[in-house]
C-alpha cells in the first residue's frame, strides 16, 4: 500500500521539481522584493490609505515583469551583468556614479532589513532586538561566502515559501472582496504630499536597482559552461521562453505578496484608525489584538524568512554591480579565496547594515530615503538598460522586440514621471 502510494506520487514530485528548476533567478528576484522594508512600505501604504493604494500594484506588475525581462535578457544574451555591460559600452564615470548610489541605496535597505528582523524575533522570542539583527546578518553573510551557489540558490527559492505567510493572514480575517476588486481596478487619485510620497515610495519599493542587477547577474550564473546566446544562438528560443515564465512568475508572486500586505493592513489596521506605522515590525505588534495571535505570528515569520532571502539579494546585487564596475573575478558560484574582493564586498555591505542597526537611525526616514535614492537612481539605470536592449553591440540579432521595448519604455516614463512628483512634495 504504501509503496503504490509513493510510487503514484513520483510522477506529481517530479513534475513539481521540474518546475521548481525552471524557477530561478526571476522567482529569487521577485520574493526578494517582498523585503522586510518593503513590507513596512505596503503596510504603511494599508494603514494610512486602506484599499485605495491597491491599484499601485496592478498596475506596477506589466511595467516590473517588462524590465526585469530586459534585465534578464541582457544577462544571458551578452553573458555579463548590468554593470560589465554598462562598463564596456557607457563612459566610466556613469557605471561609478550607478555604483555608488546602488551602494548606498542597498546598505540603507539591508540595514533597514536586518533591523526588522531583530525586531520581529524579538516579538515572537522575547530578548534584544538588536543582538537578534546581528545574529541575522551574520547568518546571511556565512550562508553566502560557505554555500556554494548551486546548493544555496535552492535554498532561496524555498525561502520563498516565506512570502505565503502574507496571503495565508487575509484569510484570518474579514475581507470586502467587492470593494477590494473596485480599488484594485479603479485608482482614486489624490494629489497631497502624503499621497504622492506613498505612490512614489511603492513605485521604488516594487521596482528597484538591485533587482536589475540581481537577475541579470543570476542569468550569468545560471549559464555554467553554456556560452552567452550571442555567441551559440541555437538554444535562443527556449532560453528566452524560459526567462518570460520565470519572470511572469516572480514578478506575479511578488506583486500577490505585496497586495495581500496592503489589504491586510488596510482591512485590520487602517479600519480600526491605526494609520501611522513606522516598522514591519509595528504592523505586526498592531495586528496582534485586531487580528489574533495567529494572523500576527505569521507576519512576524514571514518578516524573518523574507529578510533570510532578502539581505543576501541586496548584498549580493551590490557585489556584482562594483566587481562589474572594476572588473574583479566575481560570483557566487566561486570560492571566496577565488574571488576575494567580490566576497569582501558582500561582507561589508552586510557588516555596514548592521553597524547601522546600532546608529540612532529613524526608520520611518531609512526607509525614506532609501526609496528616494533608489526612485532617482532607477530612471537612468533603466534608460541605459533600454539603450543596452536594442543594441546590436549588446543583444546581437536578440535585440529586444518592440512589445518589450513599450513595457520597458512605459516602467521608465512610470518611474520618472515618480521621481518628478517626489522632488515636486519635497519642494511644497
Keep these: 500500500m504504501l509503496h503504490a502510494y509513493f510510487a503514484a506520487g513520483a510522477p506529481a514530485r517530479a513534475f513539481a521539481a521540474s518546475w521548481l528548476k525552471k524557477l530561478g533567478p526571476g522567482l529569487v528576484t521577485g520574493a526578494a522584493d517582498d523585503d522586510p522594508s518593503g513590507i513596512a512600505t505596503y503596510s504603511q501604504a494599508g494603514a494610512q490609505f486602506g484599499l485605495h493604494m491597491l491599484w499601485t500594484i496592478v498596475f506596477t506588475y506589466p511595467l516590473m515583469v517588462g524590465i526585469q525581462m530586459v534585465a534578464a535578457q541582457i544577462g544571458r544574451v551578452s553573458g555579463q551583468g548590468l554593470a560589465s555591460n554598462i562598463r564596456d559600452h557607457f563612459p566610466p564615470w556613469l557605471v561609478r556614479l550607478i555604483v555608488v548610489l546602488l551602494l548606498a541605496a542597498n546598505t540603507i535597505n539591508i540595514a533597514a532589513d536586518?533591523?526588522?528582523?531583530?525586531?520581529?524575533?524579538?516579538?515572537?522570542a522575547g530578548g534584544p532586538a538588536r543582538w537578534y539583527a546581528v545574529l541575522f546578518g551574520v547568518l546571511s553573510l556565512l550562508l553566502q561566502v560557505l554555500i556554494p551557489?548551486?546548493?544555496?540558490?535552492?535554498?532561496?527559492?524555498?525561502?520563498?515559501?516565506?512570502?505565503?505567510?502574507?496571503?495565508?493572514?487575509?484569510?484570518?480575517?474579514?475581507v470586502p472582496w467587492a470593494q477590494v476588486v473596485a480599488a484594485s481596478l479603479i485608482p482614486q487619485l489624490q494629489w497631497s504630499p502624503e499621497w504622492i510620497t506613498a505612490v512614489v515610495a511603492i513605485f521604488g519599493t516594487t521596482i528597484s536597482p538591485y533587482l536589475f542587477f540581481w537577475q541579470a547577474s543570476q542569468e550569468v550564473e545560471e549559464m555554467k559552461d553554456a556560452l552567452p546566446l550571442r555567441a551559440e544562438p541555437a538554444p535562443a528560443r527556449a532560453e528566452?521562453?524560459?526567462?518570460?515564465?520565470?519572470?511572469?512568475?516572480?514578478?506575479?508572486?511578488?506583486?500577490?505578496?505585496?497586495?495581500?500586505?496592503?489589504l491586510t493592513t488596510a482591512v485590520t489596521l487602517h479600519m480600526h484608525g491605526v494609520e501611522?506605522?513606522?516598522?514591519?515590525?509595528q504592523a505586526a505588534a498592531a495586528l496582534r489584538p485586531l487580528a489574533g495571535e495567529f494572523a500576527f505570528a505569521l507576519f512576524s515569520a514571514g518578516i524573518i524568512g523574507t529578510g533570510l532571502l532578502a539581505v543576501p539579494v541586496l548584498?549580493?546585487?551590490?557585489?556584482?554591480?562594483?566587481?562589474?564596475?572594476?572588473q574583479?573575478?566575481?560570483?557566487?558560484?566561486?570560492r571566496a579565496s577565488e574571488a576575494p574582493a567580490f566576497y569582501g564586498m558582500i561582507a561589508v555591505s552586510t557588516?555596514?547594515?548592521?553597524?547601522?542597526?546600532?546608529?540612532?537611525?529613524?526608520?520611518?526616514?531609512?526607509l525614506y530615503w532609501s526609496a528616494v535614492v533608489n526612485g532617482v537612481i532607477a530612471v537612468p539605470i533603466m534608460a541605459v538598460m533600454m539603450a543596452m536592449a536594442v543594441s546590436p553591440a549588446v543583444m546581437g540579432r536578440f535585440v529586444a522586440g518592440r512589445r518589450l521595448q513599450a513595457l520597458g519604455w512605459s516602467a521608465t516614463a512610470a518611474m520618472a514621471l515618480a521621481a518628478a512628483a517626489m522632488f515636486w512634495s519635497m519642494g511644497r
Aim: hydrophobic share 60%; charged share 15%; with cysteine.
Design 114 to 124: 536586518i533591523a526588522a528582523m531583530g525586531e520581529a524575533a524579538s516579538l515572537i
Design 149 to 174: 551557489y548551486s546548493r544555496y540558490v535552492r535554498l532561496l527559492k524555498w525561502l520563498t515559501l516565506a512570502l505565503l505567510a502574507y496571503v495565508a493572514t487575509v484569510f484570518t480575517v474579514h
Design 240 to 262: 528566452l521562453e524560459r526567462i518570460k515564465l520565470d519572470t511572469l512568475i516572480g514578478m506575479g508572486f511578488s506583486n500577490l505578496v505585496a497586495f495581500f500586505i496592503i
Design 276 to 281: 501611522a506605522i513606522a516598522t514591519s515590525a
Design 315 to 326: 548584498a549580493g546585487s551590490s557585489a556584482y554591480a562594483v566587481a562589474g564596475a572594476f
Design 328 to 334: 574583479w573575478r566575481k560570483g557566487l558560484e566561486k
Design 351 to 366: 557588516l555596514a547594515g548592521i553597524v547601522l542597526c546600532f546608529l540612532p537611525l529613524d526608520p520611518v526616514q531609512a
